[in-house]
């Protein structure tokens, strides 16, 4: 609830105190500002409900502004790009069930190797992006610019997955048994775990494909750097929106706030004229007030 | 026969790798195989390999330290930017050993007290530290470091260089200390399991939080050796030495609170990489190649490590 007070709080100050921030042309611009974030976001919550974490998902957004950029026919490279993130996120999944390696491990190794891999095909930014992802992204629809129905959209999925799916419930299950130290509870009560997990891998990648996907239209590039930082900002997202990282409790509107917070910030920030880098040493921050407050019972990772 | 087998599944893969690349160099390049060059190689990792021992203290009781990079820059910045004119070389050192310490006593009590995840805490404060650093410096390299820097590590004893030599002493000094101390005993009690730890009046709190410190302290180290190394002021060299010291531990042995590999398989660990950077610098691999070659050791060394812990 505290950060939903904080977001008006800013909102008013901003609007009041600047002249720029109420206009419609930063408003519409602060929403395209905050989309990748609230994509990148929503993904990054599928993990941390299961108590894991996801640290590839900044590589994975450059990975597929590298994919689009590259000189294939869109109807090629879009399904391709999608496919390739389900086998990053899959790959992420196995390890950590199957090959019970640390989720942060398997996903700091896989960040390292997409990175590698994206820069090979894209080692500074350019390349030209597909028309129609640019027309989905920077075009209007009835008047309506674009990235209102992408925020529809995947708030839409977000919500039908996480909090109306069998799927989603048993998201929260799992989670809640390791959050308790009980590990192996969900199994017990006859929930398919291991392909559960994996699929919130796959969910979390997917969902940065598409945030790279909205950025590559922003942008009408492909950039190796775009997605950098993108891991930790999803995940202070998370956490700002009450999602504990020990897995089990979380909201998907929770997170929504927690991004538009961060996007707000960064907005606020720009308006003010403050440096990027102090920008980002806010966020820090900021990230590590939030988990500071919450509680866990394990120490450690 | 299963017993060969299984004591041969307990070597940490790094003596495995060290070997293998060792194989691949002596066949490939036999006329690199002599001491002053193998030394050179060794120098370039020495910063590393402090690191590293900061690393496997904190791994060993369960724990990560990723706030190395950010400490690092920022000792850097203060060397190189002429912040300090005129001063003595001794308050660099105590400023790198100030910084150090508070980062690392810093992580223990937000990890040990307030249970914040290790990976979390460490991270945001590299970035912190990160974006402080790029903002005094507006993103460029600040400047130059003292000569006397340079010349300290470029000093010889025969074909060993001074930073391989004083690498190798804090190597034996770490080893005696968690084997003979206390202290040592109470870290691998934790790792072993925190809560039997507990019971057993281990103060584990505390000694999580002074790992932290002594670990914030060596990267201090850590970071004077490698600003020595480096000999200029940079915004960059030095933030990916954190991973790849996680790397170098976890092939070395050591997994997240098991500490099989003791201090020397980390070690080998960091001589592996020496050789990795080596053998593809000769095979022509390019940056991204590296970037993907690193991520896959860190994964091959995690599944093998997951596997047998099962």
């Not at chain 1, 891991?231 to 009450?242: K, Q, R, Y």
């Not at chain 2, 002493?169 to 925190?194: K, P």
């Amino acid at each position: 609830m505290l950060p939903l007070l904080v977001v008006i709080g800013i909102v008013t100050w901003l609007s009041i105190g600047t002249d720029e921030f109420a206009r419609p042309g930063n408003l519409s611009n602060l929403l395209a500002q905050a989309m990748p974030l609230l994509i990148a976001s929503i993904g990054q919550m599928f993990v941390i409900v299961v108590a894991g974490l996801d640290l590839s998902v900044g590589s994975v957004i450059s990975f597929s502004t590298a994919i689009l950029a590259l000189d294939a026919p869109g109807y090629l490279t879009f399904p391709a790009l999608f496919m390739l993130a389900a086998l990053i996120g899959a790959t992420n999944g196995i390890a950590v069930t199957r090959l019970n390696v640390h989720p942060i491990i398997a996903t700091l190794a896989m960040q390292y190797v997409v990175l590698g891999v994206t820069r090979l095909i894209r080692p500074v930014s350019g390349g030209t992006v597909p028309e129609f992802v640019i027309a989905s992204v920077q075009g209007s629809f009835l008047g309506v610019p674009m990235p209102v129905f992408w925020a529809i959209t995947v708030l839409a999925i977000g919500w039908k997955v996480l909090h109306a799916s069998r799927f989603g419930l048993h998201l929260f299950a799992i989670g809640g048994g390791m959050a308790s130290g009980q590990t192996s509870a969900a199994r017990n009560f006859g929930v398919p775990e291991t392909r559960i997990i994996i699929s919130a891998y796959v969910a979390s990648s997917l969902f940065a494909a598409l945030a790279g996907v909205f950025l590559a239209g922003r942008i009408v590039s492909g950039d190796p750097n775009v997605g950098m930082l993108f891991e930790l900002n999803s995940i202070t997202a998370v956490a700002l929106g009450g999602t504990q990282l020990s897995g089990g409790v979380g909201s998907l509107q929770g997170t929504a706030i927690g991004a538009f917070l961060l996007a707000l910030l960064s907005n606020g920030m720009n308006l003010a004229n403050v440096s990027p880098f102090i920008q980002t040493v806010v966020k820090g921050g900021l990230l590590l007030a939030v988990v500071s407050f919450q509680r866990r019972r394990k120490m450690g990772l | 026969m299963t017993t060969v087998l299984r004591a041969a599944g307990r070597i940490p893969p790094a003596y495995l790798v060290f070997a293998a690349l060792l194989a691949f160099l002596m066949w490939e390049r036999p006329q690199m195989m002599n001491p002053n060059v193998l030394g050179i190689f060794l120098r370039q990792v020495a910063p590393l390999g402090i690191v590293v021992l900061a690393q496997l203290l904190v791994v060993r009781v369960g724990s990560i330290d990723l706030s190395g990079g950010g400490v690092i820059l920022l000792v850097n910045y203060i060397i190189s930017a002429n912040v300090l004119p005129n001063a003595p070389g001794i308050a660099f050192v105590a400023i790198a050993l100030g910084i150090g310490t508070v980062v690392g006593a810093f992580n223990g009590y937000m990890v040990a007290r307030r249970r914040v995840s290790a990976v979390i805490v460490t991270l945001a404060v590299s970035i912190i530290l990160v974006g402080f650093v790029q903002y005094l410096s507006s993103g460029s390299p600040p400047g130059d470091v003292p000569d006397y820097m340079n010349d300290l590590f470029d000093i010889r004893f025969g074909p060993v260089p001074a930073p391989v030599l004083f690498w190798v002493i804090l190597t034996t000094c770490l080893a005696a200390f968690l084997n003979l101390t206390v202290f040592g005993r109470r870290i691998e009690a934790i790792g072993d399991n925190s809560v039997a730890a507990h019971f057993a009046g281990v103060p584990v709190e505390r000694t999580v939080i002074l790992t932290h410190t002594l670990a914030g302290l060596l990267i201090g180290v850590a970071a004077l050796v490698q600003t020595a190394s480096i000999a200029v002021g940079s915004v960059r060299e030095g933030l990916d030495l954190p991973i790849l010291s996680v790397a170098a531990t976890i092939l070395g042995g050591v997994v997240f609170g098991r500490g099989q590999g003791g201090v020397w398989g980390p070690f080998f660990g960091v001589l592996s990489f020496a050789l990795l950077f080596v053998s593809m610098t000769i095979l022509g691999v390019s940056e991204p190649g590296r970037l993907i070659a690193q991520g896959l050791i860190i994964f091959a060394a995690a599944v093998i490590y997951g596997l047998r812990t099962r």
